[in-house]
T-cell receptor, first 116, second 110 residues
Framework: GAVVSQHPSRVICKSGTSVKIECRSLDFQATTMFWYRQFPKKSLMLMAT?????????EQGVEKDKFLINHASLTLSTLTVTSAHPEDSSFYIC????????????FGPGTRLTVL | GDSVTQMEGPVTLSEEAFLTINCTYT??????LFWYVQYPGEGLQLLLK?????DKGSNKGFEATYRKETTSFHLEKGSVQVSDSAVYFC?????????FGTGTSLTVIP
């Protein structure tokens, strides 16, 4: 158990458009979901933490109006990159914490975003 | 504040060699410790974890022991395989916050 999926796995978009990435916990309810960004050959940078039904908590330096996070249910969180620019190109990874196992995060397979 | 320090890579080993990837941590609370593995182009997979001092996490031949006295959680495997080639991340969870090391790239050559 503890499978997390992301969709799409890859997306290429034009500069100025918005892109939505979905993160789903397939076989458990996630009390908290996390969004990370990973640059090539680098570690993960936490962007925001979201709890179902409440506003996301963004890390310092992350623009909340640019990276919109919605956590509509205990199994789904979405990240929307608004007005994307080439510098937003990156690997975005979500993770989910299972209820009763709060200190373990289960990661999705990641989404490769390329903005032209 | 809390932090994780892991040995810099890249690490290159021959098949069947012994692997150690060092990880030390700093924490103000009582953290849980994790090793995650990332294969090329994929997300992170939980490899093993330990939630309290002296616990040993193990999975797929990998082991790590939570050593509070040395604040360490070194990853070991007795005999690596080509399929173990990946990036390994040490991480800790403390009071709801997650902290990652910078990752260590491992390449195993036949």
């Amino acid at each position: 158990g503890a499978v997390v999926s992301q969709h799409p796995s890859r997306v290429i978009c034009k500069s100025g458009t918005s892109v939505k990435i979905e993160c789903r916990s397939l076989d458990f309810q996630a009390t908290t979901m996390f969004w990370y960004r990973q640059f090539p050959k680098k570690s993960l940078m936490l962007m925001a933490t979201s709890n179902e039904g409440s506003k996301a908590t963004y890390e310092q330096g992350v623009e909340k109006d640019k990276f919109l996070i919605n956590h509509a249910s205990l199994t789904l969180s979405t990240l929307t990159v608004t007005s994307a620019h080439p510098e937003d190109s990156s690997f975005y990874i979500c993770s989910a914490a299972r209820a009763g196992e709060g200190n373990t995060q289960y990661f999705g397979p990641g989404t490769r975003l390329t903005v032209l | 504040g809390d932090s994780v320090t892991q040995m810099e890579g890249p690490v290159t080993l021959s098949e069947e060699a012994f692997l150690t990837i060092n990880c030390t941590y700093t924490a103000t609370g009582y953290p849980s410790l994790f090793w995650y593995v990332q294969y090329p182009g994929e997300g992170l997979q939980l490899l093993l974890k330990a939630t309290k001092a002296d616990d040993k996490g193990s999975n797929k031949g990998f082991e790590a022991t939570y050593r509070k006295e040395t604040t360490s959680f070194h990853l070991e495997k007795g005999s690596v395989q080509v399929s173990d080639s990946a990036v390994y991340f040490c991480a800790l969870s403390d009071r709801g916050q997650f902290y990652f090391g910078t990752g260590t790239s491992l390449t195993v050559i036949p």
